[in-house]
């Protein structure tokens, strides 16, 4: 046999070999989404108190009040970590901007939302590291972003800023997904109109169980009161986690 007749040959095999293999690449079965352990926590918490809960490997979710300032403010700020501490900013807060803004990790009347419109937002979705290394070096971007200022359309991040910026975004792939919902609450309304980004949050606060109560002692103010709240929080974890003594968890598809 010539030589182009062995390399004919060849191609004729090589290409029923594709055909051949084609319905088997067709029926293969799709890839499996990535395998992680949901694990709910439940509490309740009052004005002015703190609730937390560990969840293994040393780390702790926190519902802690926000401080009222001279707005009055009322509510909480969802706070992840270390049981010993690890400093500001915290494993949630870094993975879940914006920063310095209205954010879903703070269930409170700050950013001129009111009490109704706390709970409408519901439920909230975070983010949160696992990995106490990120979290130290997320912590070190974090103060080069400087501190809290107002952006304008001719003030832009300097280089320091937008490589923080950047750096962040890429440890935070990594992170865990959250989220928070309210169950039922205990409020005093604000008097005042919802702001025009909160709309939507004030029409949806019927769908939140809640029980309105006056102030005592004093009138209704502009923001309202929140006084009271009973939720659920779901953590989406590595597959394996290691829980601590009386922690359930099922597996689950992992959250975005």
């Given at each position: 046999?010539?030589?182009?007749?062995?390399?004919?040959?060849?191609?004729?095999?090589?290409?029923?070999?594709?055909?051949?293999?084609?319905?088997?690449?067709?029926?293969?079965?799709?890839?499996?989404?990535?395998?992680?352990?949901?694990?709910?926590?439940?509490?309740?918490?009052?004005?002015?108190?703190?609730?937390?809960?560990?969840?293994?490997?040393?780390?702790?979710?926190?519902?802690?009040?926000?401080?009222?300032?001279?707005?009055?403010?009322?509510?909480?700020?969802?706070?992840?970590?270390?049981?010993?501490?690890?400093?500001?900013?915290?494993?949630?807060?870094?993975?879940?901007?914006?920063?310095?803004?209205?954010?879903?990790?703070?269930?409170?009347?700050?950013f001129k939302l009111r009490a109704q419109d706390a709970i409408g937002w519901n439920p909230r979705s975070f983010h949160f590291l696992t990995d106490p290394a990120a979290l130290h070096e997320s912590q070190?971007?974090?103060?080069?972003?400087?501190?809290?200022?107002?952006?304008?359309?001719?003030?832009?991040?300097?280089?320091?800023?937008?490589?923080?910026?950047?750096?962040?975004?890429?440890?935070?792939?990594?992170?865990?997904?959250?989220?928070?919902?309210?169950?039922?609450?205990?409020?005093?309304?604000?008097?005042?109109?919802?702001?025009?980004?909160?709309?939507?949050?004030?029409?949806?606060?019927?769908?939140?169980?809640?029980?309105?109560?006056?102030?005592?002692?004093?009138?209704?103010?502009?923001?309202?009161?929140?006084?009271?709240?009973?939720?659920?929080?779901?953590?989406?974890?590595?597959?394996?986690?290691?829980?601590?003594?009386?922690?359930?968890?099922?597996?689950?598809?992992?959250?975005?």
């Amino acid at each position: 046999m010539t030589a182009s007749g062995t390399l004919r040959r060849t191609l004729i095999w090589l290409a029923l070999a594709i055909v051949a293999a084609a319905p088997l690449a067709n029926n293969a079965a799709p890839p499996k989404s990535p395998t992680c352990q949901r694990v709910t926590l439940t509490g309740e918490v009052q004005s002015g108190q703190e609730w937390h809960s560990s969840f293994g490997q040393g780390w702790i979710f926190r519902v802690v009040p926000v401080q009222p300032g001279k707005g009055g403010y009322s509510g909480w700020d969802l706070v992840v970590d270390r049981e010993e501490g690890a400093g500001y900013p915290d494993a949630l807060l870094v993975a879940t901007p914006p920063y310095y803004s209205i954010s879903e990790r703070e269930v409170a009347t700050t950013f001129k939302l009111r009490a109704q419109d706390a709970i409408g937002w519901n439920p909230r979705s975070f983010h949160f590291l696992t990995d106490p290394a990120a979290l130290h070096e997320s912590q070190k971007l974090f103060r080069n972003l400087g501190p809290p200022r107002i952006w304008t359309e001719k003030s832009e991040p300097d280089s320091r800023q937008q490589s923080a910026t950047q750096a962040l975004q890429q440890i935070n792939q990594k992170s865990s997904p959250g989220e928070f919902r309210i169950l039922n609450a205990r409020l005093t309304p604000g008097t005042a109109d919802a702001a025009p980004f909160a709309q939507r949050w004030a029409i949806q606060s019927s769908r939140t169980p809640h029980k309105i109560v006056p102030l005592s002692g004093a009138s209704s103010t502009a923001l309202g009161e929140l006084q009271w709240m009973r939720f659920s929080i779901n953590l989406w974890l590595p597959r394996a986690w290691k829980l601590p003594k009386g922690l359930q968890a099922a597996p689950a598809a992992c959250s975005q």
